[in-house]
């Protein structure tokens, strides 16, 4: 029989503590791993955010969403646009993204929730395949296709130009207050972001509209007998976690302010639901750890080549080292995605709990080898909360 | 009138193709039960089989000829496939009838995908949940689309009908319209009797063979055709193989109307999985005529007249009519109760 | 006037008449069972009731007001709790937990987004809470997971979650089917002492006439979609009518 008595406040404001500070100081400890380069810190910050507000609809209500990369690139768009009329500060772009996102999520939702289980699937995905269809084709006057859009040299920037900061030499990069949000400061500017988002999902794990997201999860007929109305609930987790998905495709326009429609491709939403169910669903650290994971192998390995390769291998016998390394060369570099292919089918084969119920149910069996079975031996991990 | 019956036409080749893929998704579905993502892969496995044995029969012996020069001096490169020096004029018929050669190979070649890819792989996923079977065979598809991707590239490799399929066929002559009004490319009216073909084999299959009747019984009611002492294990295993041997099928001929990449798998099976729903989950009539219905549809969507008053709607058109069928009739054009509702 | 009253209902599912021209009363604060052969259309009258079927004609009336058109959640916010008869519970969650939705749903209606608050910082919600937990003889219980509760303990789960919301009417299917003899007892027993401590309005639909003479002060009995006798247990016993509705299938 297991037991899971409930995280008191105080644990929570430790944990909390001991999430900013790992955050903040990824510059440091992150350099033994050489990641501790801003572009890929500022990745792991956006895409952890993104996996985290997914994981508010998949993790807690089991609402498996194949189109939330709709709303990252929704979240892009808007966020480039408002450089171009109003100026490279990231903060108005942040809020109408998410605004903007958040708006189109509830559309959607409002649609798509109407059916459960794989309906549901099919129906997010067939919206945002026509979201990145018409962004391909109609709408190429605000999206400007296949060339992805841009801030030009130009465009209106209203408040650029009204604070006298309208003409720029070179790049135009977006800055706040005069801080550019490239580099060092432009991952913490990410990571505050992060920081926030963390501790608005630790409020919602920890909360009664959190706990009815569970029940969604687990009976909803139950629920409907309770008294409870299940959709609007359903709803307001949809468009919570499309707000974290424009909240993140508005950041990744921050750090590189360019948006393309490749970005809301299915593929793209099934990059965050691996993120997601890696590090665990329905976990509060899972999905962060999860982006993390991915973005690092991405990085790792998309960053080999054969010269690489035959350097790692020389010290084997050179027929071996051919055949080793024409083997391993299908993972690398351009077959990253290969690789990811494969994480994914062995995460869900044997892992269907993510890392952090893998780490758990390690950790029982190291408790229960030393004989700690004072009845508290726990056969079944619960998720972390 | 003659605008529409072209569109009509149009639609039916595309139509095939999503109602064999469409078909074979809900066979798995209907007795499996399971939400196969890597189904679209098993289509584009089966284009590439084509061009496989496209590339092995065209296999060219490259010899020399000191006779002939070049103007600097070296011997002029004779270029000949084996099998022409081989078989003569029999060779060359073969390479250019090399698509629908192709099918001979394609079939135990997706007989043997499918098994291995079911005994290996679904097997295990019978009792477990929807998203979990979504996932792993999501994985699934990136896995075999990226190994065709290294193995043959990522540009689309151009596949040619015979020569004598070459051309189009006047058939609105036939039906007494002036000449030169309907005109369709032979290779498209025959995918589509292809496809009507290879539906009503199926059909007749699981009609007539006592297999099939168990099959479709299985479709029904999985629990009691199991409580019945038949060895269902073995048949799922037999119609993944069908089920992988149509799509393959499909993808063989499809070759030369669309040039097959590594990522036209996922292309098909998104649309195809939309024709599923449409035509209701688990029924086969259902995705059959879902997947031409939904084909004609989109070709009407193409067409300037219509595309000038409401633009963009042919890239949306098999959405958006999937998602007002959802809204509207949740359990698709014909699909059963009980199929999928939570 | 009862505080339940189905009036003439009809339901057909296809060409079969489930229920044909039902009218029945409950009164307040009694238990109320309705037996009958299978098929005799007892779980379609439970359905009727808390929206899960709208009938074809006919009105189901609560304290006067209709309930006929409305979706579950709101008539379980109007004060009717369903017990089902495989136990729904949220297998899931802490039995706390699940003692805790209910009684929120009755505090916050039926949608409202409290997300920055903790589940279990108000002190009063919890103490509802777990005192029902206590009161069924699971507080000991209440941080384990409940989906490995048995078959017993999930119905007095159920219960808990049912009561916590002081619903005016408990309708209840067969609680006891599937059930060791220990388990039909033990839940006799309770449903025994709720009637005492909480006097709640039951309806409960029954085939185990022990459990039916054990609580109800009055008895329905169907067949064909009609009810045919109703009266007190002890009249129901000597009735012809019954006998020859079950046709001997059960001794009463």
């Not at chain 1, 892992?351 to 031996?377: D, K, N, Y």
């Not at chain 2, 029904?220 to 992988?244: H, P, Q, S």
Request: aromatic fraction near 10%.
């Amino acid at each position: 029989m297991t037991t899971n008595t409930r995280e008191t406040p105080q644990g929570d404001m430790v944990r909390f503590g001991l999430f900013t500070v790992v955050i903040l100081a990824m510059p440091i400890w992150l350099m033994p791993f050489g990641a501790a380069y801003p572009d890929l810190m500022q990745k792991f910050a956006i895409y952890g955010l993104f996996a985290i507000g997914f994981n508010i609809l998949f993790g807690l209500t089991g609402y498996l969403s194949f189109g939330h990369a709709a709303f990252l690139g929704v979240g892009s768009y808007t966020a480039v646009w408002s450089f171009k009329l109003l100026g490279m500060n990231p903060i108005p772009a942040l809020l109408l993204a998410v605004v903007m996102s958040g708006a189109f999520a509830w559309l959607i939702g409002f649609i798509s929730l109407r059916r459960t289980g794989i309906y549901f699937s099919i129906l997010t995905l067939a919206f945002a395949q026509m979201s990145y269809n018409l962004a391909y084709s109609v709408l190429t006057p605000i999206t400007n296709g296949e060339t992805g859009l841009r801030v030009l040299n130009s465009d209106p920037r209203v408040l650029d130009h009204m604070m006298g900061a309208g003409e720029v030499d070179g790049p135009l990069v977006t800055n706040l207050f005069g801080m550019e949000m490239s580099g060092l400061p432009g991952f913490y500017f990410c990571a505050v972001w992060l920081l926030i988002g963390m501790y608005i999902s630790f409020r919602i794990f920890r909360s009664p509209f959190g706990l009815m997201l569970r029940a969604i999860k687990t009976n909803q007929t139950r629920l409907n007998y309770t008294g409870i109305s299940t959709r609007p609930y359903a709803q307001t987790a949809f468009v919570i976690s499309g707000m974290y998905a424009g909240l993140a495709g508005a950041l990744l326009c921050v750090t590189d302010p360019l948006a393309g429609a490749e970005r809301m491709q299915w593929t793209a939403s099934g990059e965050v639901v691996l993120m997601t169910i890696l590090g665990g669903a329905g976990t509060l650290l899972g999905p962060m750890l999860g982006a993390g994971i991915i973005k690092y192998s991405e990085n790792i390995f998309s960053a080999f080549n054969e010269q690489a390769l035959h350097e790692i291998f020389a010290f084997l016998p050179d027929g071996i080292e051919a055949a080793v390394v024409s083997v391993a060369g299908l993972f690398v570099g351009e077959g990253w995605h290969l690789t990811l292919g494969l994480l994914f089918m062995l995460i869900v084969i044997f892992l269907p709990g993510g890392v952090i119920e893998g780490g758990q149910r390690i950790s029982a069996a190291v408790t229960r080898l030393r004989g700690g079975g004072s009845g508290g031996s726990s056969t079944q991990p619960q998720p972390a909360e | 009138m003659d605008a529409i019956l072209l569109q009509i036409l149009n639609g039916l080749d595309k139509g095939g193709a999503y109602a064999l893929i469409a078909l074979g998704l809900t066979l798995v579905f209907g007795t499996l039960g399971v939400v196969n993502f890597a189904h679209g892969a098993l289509f584009m496995l089966g284009a590439f089989c084509a061009v496989s044995v496209n590339q092995f029969i065209g296999l060219e012996q490259v010899r020399l000829d000191p006779d002939n020069l070049t103007p600097w001096g070296t011997p002029v490169e004779i270029r000949e496939p084996y099998i022409v020096s081989w078989l003569g004029d029999t060779g060359h018929l073969l390479l250019d009838y090399s698509v629908p050669v192709s099918i001979l190979a394609a079939i135990p070649v997706m007989i043997l995908i499918g098994f291995i890819m079911e005994r290996g792989l679904i097997q295990f996923f019978y009792k477990r949940p929807h998203a979990e079977q979504i996932l792993v065979t999501f994985g699934l598809a990136i896995v075999l689309q990226e190994i065709i991707k290294t193995w043959f590239g990522a540009n689309p490799l151009p596949q040619s009908p015979p020569d004598a399929m070459r051309t189009a066929a006047d058939i609105g002559v036939l039906v007494g319209f002036d000449p030169g009004q309907i005109v369709y490319p032979y290779w498209r009216l025959i995918y589509f009797l292809f496809s009507a073909l290879v539906i009503g084999g199926v059909f007749a299959f699981l009609q007539l063979t006592t297999f099939g009747m168990v099959v479709r019984a299985g479709m029904a009611d999985r629990e009691t055709v199991g409580l019945l002492g038949i060895d269902i294990e073995k048949r799922f295993t037999l119609v993944f193989g069908l089920a992988a041997v149509v799509a393959g099928l499909a993808g063989v001929m499809y070759t030369p109307i669309l040039p097959p990449d590594y990522h036209m798998g996922m292309d098909f099976l998104v649309l195809s999985f939309v024709v599923v729903v449409v035509g209701g989950m688990g029924s086969l009539p259902g995705a059959v005529a879902a997947g031409f219905l939904l084909g004609i549809l989109q070709s009407f969507a193409s067409m300037t007249e219509v595309k000038s008053i409401l633009p963009g709607i042919d890239q949306i058109i098999i959405y958006l009519v999937a998602v007002v069928i959802l809204l509207v009739r949740p359990r698709g054009l014909m699909g059963r109760k009980g199929v999928m509702e939570g | 006037m009862g505080i339940l009253q189905v009036q003439n209902v009809n339901k057909s599912f296809g060409g079969l008449k489930a229920l044909n021209n039902v009218n029945l009363d409950i009164t307040e604060g009694t238990v109320h069972a309705v037996i009958g052969p299978n098929g005799a259309g007892k779980s379609t009258l439970l359905n009727v009731c808390v929206g899960r079927l709208a009938p074809d004609t006919g009105t189901v009336l609560f304290g006067g007001k209709t309930l006929t058109g409305r979706a579950p959640h709101e008539i379980n916010q109007m004060g009717v709790a369903r017990v089902f008869q495989t136990p729904e519970i949220f297998t899931d969650l802490s039995l706390l937990d699940n003692v805790m939705i209910p009684t929120l749903a009755v505090r916050d209606g039926a949608f409202k987004v409290n997300a920055w608050g903790r589940v279990d910082g108000r002190a009063e919600i919890r103490d509802r809470a777990e005192a029902i937990l206590e009161n069924v003889g699971l507080g000991d219980k209440r941080h384990h997971h409940s989906g490995n509760l048995s078959r017993g303990d999930k119905r007095r789960l159920e219960l808990a979650m049912c009561l916590v919301q002081k619903p005016k009417l408990v309708l209840l299917d067969e609680p006891t089917a599937g059930m060791s003899r220990h388990d039909t007892n033990a839940t006799i027993d309770l449903l025994a002492r709720m009637k005492e401590e909480h006097g709640v309005t039951k309806i409960i639909i029954e085939h185990d006439m022990h459990v039916v003479f054990s609580l109800a002060d009055r008895v329905t009995v169907m067949a064909q979609g009609t009810p045919i006798v109703e009266g007190t247990p002890n009249e129901i016993k000597g009735d012809s009518r019954v006998q020859e509705a079950y046709l001997g299938g059960a001794h009463l």
